[in-house]
């Protein structure tokens, strides 16, 4: 009968400590790497220009390294981490907002960035066009454009903006970027029509 009680014990315990594997949280480790690496987007107060963590920066690295809830980053964890000390440099609605800037999505492509840049390239660059440039169905933008995935309805066009390096945003108007599914999604002609 002991043999069966401790048995039963060990069996308890296994089972505590592998749910705990499978519910993992993240570490103080983790915590303290995003407030090293992502320490100039984070800080309290107001930054102008507003700098903006990349994908592939440490920054990033450090925030994708975060355990995940289903698709998403836990980064609630990393703000339940958080000292007092902590709490007084960095501003938590900052950090919870990290995975917007940094999370791979994974519903577009870097070879349907480039597509957009390259067939685009003269409706997003970064300027003031006289006469305004826009897009048309059937041109090679718009077919580059309508081929990136859709979230709903909508075609994921942040996605292509989130996958920027620094280089495409020294060259390229993020809000021409965005603004191209307007002129180029293809039931925009529809709602045009109808208005």
Not at 48 to 55: A, D, E, S, T
Not at 151 to 164: A, E, M, N, S, Y
Request: net charge positive; proline share 5%.
């Amino acid at each position: 009968m002991l043999h069966e009680k401790i048995a039963l014990l060990l069996i308890l315990v296994l089972v505590i400590i592998s749910a705990h594997q499978v519910i993992s949280t993240c570490t103080v480790g983790q915590k303290d790497a995003i407030l090293h690496h992502c320490e100039k987007f984070i800080k309290v107060g107001r930054q102008v220009p507003k700098p903006i963590p990349i994908l592939g920066q440490a920054c990033c690295n450090a925030v994708n390294r975060v355990p995940r809830e289903g698709k998403d980053i836990n980064i609630q964890c990393i703000v339940d981490k958080l000292t007092p000390t902590d709490r007084e440099k960095n501003d938590e609605t900052k950090i919870l907002n990290l995975p917007n800037h940094c999370q791979e999505t994974g519903t577009c492509t870097v070879e349907q960035k480039d597509a957009i840049l390259r067939h685009c390239e003269k409706f997003v660059k970064i300027g003031r066009q006289m006469p305004k440039l826009i897009p048309i169905q059937g041109q090679a933008c718009c077919n580059a454009v309508n081929r990136v995935p859709r979230k709903g309805k909508d075609i994921d066009i942040q996605c292509i903006v989130d996958k920027l390096t620094r280089t495409d945003r020294e060259k390229n108007d993020e809000n021409k970027i965005i603004n191209l599914p307007n002129h180029c999604q293809e039931d925009a002609l529809l709602k045009v029509r109808i208005d």
